[in-house]
C-alpha cells in the first residue's frame, strides 16, 4: 500500500517530442506527489508538484496530470530538450506531522538531438 | 538561492567503523530528512527529525542508525557499525514548516564501505 509504482524503466525521446512518464499508487491517504529530476551525482530537484484537490498542473514546459479516481499521475515533459536528459522520480506524501516522501524506481530519459 | 549541504562529498570507510554524515539544512526551515540510495535504485527515507526529535523512521533506520542535530545548523545521521550493504548514496532534506510539504535535498554523501 506504501508503494508508488513507475513507468517506464527507460525513455527515449526525440527533442522536441513530448516525454510522458506515468505513476500509480495504492494508498488514498496520500496527499501530496511531486516530481524530482536528478542528474548523475546529484541529489534530487524538485521539478513540480500537485496535490489532489486538482486534475492538472503546469509550469513551462512541465506538466503534471492526476487522476485521483484511477490513482494515477503523470508527468509531461513538452518540446523535450537533450538538457531534459536525467532520471524521473515520482513520490508521494501523506504530509501532516511527517511528510516523509516515498519514491517510485524512476525513469531515466534520454533525448536525442 | 538557499540551498542544503551536505558533507562530505565521499566517504570510504571500513566495515565495522562509524560514521558521520553531515548536512546542513535550509536556514529557516525546521523538519530535517535522510534518505537513501542505493546505485541504480530508487531513494528511499530513512528518517525525519523535527523539534529535537525523530518523528518517523523507516524500516531500515535500525539501531545502528542514529541522527543528531548539535547545534543551530548541522543535522547527522550516525551509522555505528557499517555494513558493505550500508554502501549508498545519503541524501539530507529539508522543508519550512508544517503543511508546506516541499523537500528539498542536499547533493549527497557517497558512502562506501570496504
Known amino acids: 500500500q506504501q508503494q508508488v509504482k513507475q513507468s517506464p524503466q527507460s525513455l527515449i525521446v526525440q527533442k522536441g517530442g513530448i516525454s510522458i512518464i506515468n505513476c500509480a499508487y495504492e494508498n488514498t491517504a496520500f496527499d501530496y506527489f511531486p516530481w524530482y529530476q536528478q542528474f548523475p551525482g546529484k541529489g534530487p530537484a524538485l521539478l513540480i508538484a500537485?496535490?489532489?484537490?486538482?486534475s492538472e498542473k503546469k509550469e513551462g514546459r512541465f506538466t503534471i496530470s492526476f487522476n485521483k479516481s484511477a490513482k494515477q499521475f503523470s508527468l509531461h515533459i513538452m518540446d523535450s530538450q537533450p538538457g531534459d536528459s536525467a532520471t524521473y522520480f515520482c513520490a508521494a506524501s501523506n504530509g501532516g506531522s511527517q511528510g516523509n516522501l516515498i519514491f517510485g524506481k524512476g525513469t531515466k530519459l534520454s533525448v536525442k538531438p | 538561492e538557499p540551498e542544503v549541504t551536505q558533507t562530505p562529498s565521499h566517504q570510504v570507510t571500513q566495515m565495522g567503523q562509524e560514521v558521520i554524515l553531515r548536512c546542513v539544512p535550509i536556514s529557516n526551515h525546521l523538519y530535517f530528512y535522510w534518505y537513501r540510495q542505493i546505485l541504480g535504485q530508487k531513494v528511499e527515507f530513512l528518517v525525519s527529525f523535527y523539534n529535537n526529535e525523530i518523528s518517523e523512521k523507516s524500516e531500515i533506520f535500525d539501531d545502528q542508525f542514529s541522527v543528531e542535530r548539535p547545534d543551530g545548523s548541522n543535522f547527522t545521521l550516525k551509522i555505528r557499525s557499517t555494513k558493505l550493504e550500508d554502501s549508498a548514496m545519503y541524501f539530507c532534506?529539508?522543508?519550512?514548516?508544517?503543511?508546506?510539504?516541499?523537500?528539498?535535498f542536499g547533493p549527497g554523501t557517497r558512502l562506501t564501505v570496504t
Open positions: 532534506a529539508s522543508s519550512e514548516q508544517v503543511g508546506r510539504y516541499e523537500q528539498y
Open positions: 500537485i496535490r489532489p484537490d486538482v
